[in-house]
């Protein structure tokens, strides 16, 4: 179908027809790359995802149907509190923020990824279907600190301590720095715009020694985009530290994670003061989404 860009009903009406001879040739070598492994995504360059068909290429990872999950649940959170501002981290391919844009219209969509690849591939799926998304390239909320430190440069009055200040709580800052950088973010410093209702990810977050690397789709996948240190918490750790520095009061974090890593994600939000932590399961009934509600100290 994808090589003749026939439907499945006129390829079997047209089964008697022979290949041309081009259609052949490229038959053949995406009949020699599948056979070697890679996955049907990348052979085709898109994948379904809720009710969009989204482009991936090996720069993106293959959006996968238990984050489906995420999105179900993100939807309920946004229609049932008015939330509004989104903000996607380590989007990929844009899917879940696209799926959030395409089904609610009215949000404010922000998407950040620290590949220029990956960023340019979801910018073209959100221009295939008209969603204005503001897509910024970093990792993490780095993005935000960056905007801060050329507007403090530019001797802008707001009060940008903060917001640079929230990077103490990424890992590895001493317990003190990150009471000290929470105070300070709780206090309102930061400028609106880097305040949201919901934020959602997706992370890294497979063992660095997982045998499941060798195996599947995951092998073609982008390295980066999968591991995340030896319990494979790293990136989530940091992600729910510094999301209390830009969550506007009773906002909402909402993180896929591996299907034994539940309890731990739940131990981690409660830790950091989240409210309301659950975890949703996936289509197999496996623990796949964590969540929690922030209240800032007022």
Not at 203 to 225: C, K, M, Q, T, W
Not at 227 to 244: N, P, T
Not at 252 to 257: D, G, K, P, S
Not at 273 to 288: A, L, P, S
Request: proline share 4%; net charge negative; with cysteine.
């Amino acid at each position: 179908m994808h090589v003749t860009k026939l439907n499945k009903v006129q390829l079997i009406t047209g089964d008697l027809e022979e290949l041309s001879a081009l259609d052949e040739t490229v038959f053949r070598a995406l009949l020699t790359e599948r056979l070697k492994g890679v996955p049907m995504a990348y052979i085709l360059g898109e994948r379904e995802f809720w009710d969009l068909t989204l482009k991936v290429t090996p720069d993106t990872l293959i959006p996968r149907p238990d984050t489906e999950v995420l999105v179900e649940k993100a939807l309920t959170l946004i229609n049932c509190n008015h939330l509004r501002d989104v903000l996607d981290l380590g989007t990929g391919s844009g899917a879940i923020i696209l799926a959030l844009k395409h089904t609610v219209p009215e949000i404010h969509a922000t998407a950040i990824d620290s590949s220029r690849a990956a960023l340019e591939v979801a910018m073209e799926n959100a221009a295939r279907y008209h969603l204005e998304v503001n897509f910024q390239q970093g990792c993490w909320f780095t993005p935000f600190v960056e905007e801060c430190v050329a507007a403090s440069q530019e001797g802008s009055d707001i009060q940008y301590g903060t917001k640079l200040d929230a990077l103490a709580l990424s890992e590895g800052a001493s317990a003190q720095d990150q009471a000290r950088a929470q105070a300070q973010a709780e206090a309102g410093g930061l400028p609106q715009a880097a305040r949201f209702d919901l934020i959602v990810s997706n992370p890294p977050y497979i063992e660095e020694n997982d045998p499941h690397l060798s195996e599947g789709d995951v092998r073609f996948e982008p390295r980066s985009a999968l591991v995340s240190g030896k319990d494979g918490l790293d990136d989530i750790r940091i992600i729910a530290h510094e999301a209390r520095a830009f969550l506007r009061h009773n906002g909402y974090l909402l993180l896929e994670h591996g299907y034994n890593q539940g309890a731990a994600v739940r131990a981690l939000l409660n830790e950091l003061g989240y409210h309301k932590v659950e975890t949703i399961r996936d289509y197999g009934q496996n623990e796949r989404v964590t969540l929690g509600c922030y209240r800032a100290k007022v």
